[in-house]
């Protein structure tokens, strides 16, 4: 599996972005979803997840209300909607796959290679 993320760019404080994340496989609805985001020298942090179905999905509390993640199976897509940017949500975001949901790096299986997402004041 081959997942491809992409939409990061620079925004001002209050705005918004959509990112994304293409996997290249025909089972992509056999893998629960993730969105981590990682400064340089800290821990890879949890954003949220799906579940193969979508019909679960799961924000961290302090992000809920401001970002939302949906999929489409059929165009192999995961997608992260991220409102009322503030800077502190400046990142790289990492969407990733596997077999179980999960808010803990290890138990994703394939990564994509991270969106740079930059929020100014």
Known sequence: VQLQASGGGLVQA???LRL?????TLTFNKYDMAWFRQNPGQERDFVGAITRTGEVTFIVEPLRGRFSISRDNAKNTMSLQMNSLEPEDTAVYYCAAGDNYSTLPN????WGQGTLVTVSS
């Not at 994304?20 to 290249?24: L, P, R, T, Y």
């Not at 138990?107 to 394939?110: E, L, M």
């Open 14 to 16: 209050g705005g918004s």
């Open 20 to 24: 994304s994340c293409e996997a290249s």
């Open 107 to 110: 138990n994703y299986d394939y």
